[in-house]
């Protein structure tokens, strides 16, 4: 992709994929350079740096704590991807948005589609169900991506904190009753730039809502095991998970208890489904013990 793509987000997982990820031109824009608190500020920002498209990869994830910081949940998952969104359709580039399965609330029992209702259960899943729609009403070269349980060799994860917690103790309890699908950031990253670069070639098919997750069905307790056995072949610290309910792990916010998402309409797109989650499991752990022993 030879023209620059602003990405909103510096420091998350996911804005560093796109900033790694082979053959962007990607310019990362993290609190210093635009806080999407200010929202007056979002505009003026896209305008000066001119870029071919914009991705939004910068979100409130912190899930519980969203149920009393609902403000600034909205602020940053509604309000800030709104005037985003906004600024982009009146400067004719397209923007492209990363949303969440926790949009939906877990009940349907098969894999989501696009076009299901979205019926978020937690102030998180609230923010971001309120903030596709405000991108979606903006108008312009629009894309939606809504994926789960997104990890990385870096950053602050699920990956990450099982491996560390295998690290300190023997045994780490993990919730076995909810389902989904993991997915490595740097195939998240590839699949939005590919996207993105569709809708930079006017290309009406990549415009709207889409799904991507790694594929492939897991528990939490599954991607632990995994992480865990993977890491310990790998020189890591091993440990036993220990398979516990939700009921056994209670938490301020709601859990949809099966998210999976079906990315079936992006495979058309892309011409291939996205990966198992397995092998990109594998390739994120070489990445991550190469770059340093998790501990």
Known sequence: MPQTVLVLGQHGQLARALAAAPGGSVLTYGRSRLDLNDLE?????????APAAVINAAGYTAVDKAETEQDVAFRINRDA????????????????HVSSDFVFDGAKGSPYVETDAVNPASIYGRSKAEGEAAVLSAGGRAAIIRTSWVYAAEGANFVRTMLRLAGERG?????????????????????????????????????????????????????AEAAITGAAQRGGTSARVERITTADYPTPAR?????????????????????????????????????????
């Open 41 to 49: 500020a979002i505009e003026p920002a896209i305008a000066a740096a």
């Open 81 to 96: 991807p709104a005037r985003a969104a906004a600024a982009c359709a009146r400067l004719d580039i397209p923007f492209v």
């Open 171 to 223: 045994l780490v309890r993990v919730v076995a009753d909810q389902r989904g699908r993991p997915t490595w950031a740097a195939d998240l990253a590839e699949a939005l730039l590919l996207i993105t670069s569709r809708l930079i070639g006017h290309d009406a098919a990549a415009k709207g809502l889409f799904h991507y997750s790694n594929s492939g069905d897991a528990t939490w307790a599954d991607l």
């Open 255 to 295: 859990r949809p208890v099966d998210s999976r998402l079906d990315c079936t309409r992006f495979a058309s797109l892309a011409g291939a489904p996205p990966p198992p989650w397995r092998e990109s499991l594998e390739r994120c752990l070489n990445e991550m013990f190469s770059i340093r022993p998790m501990g």
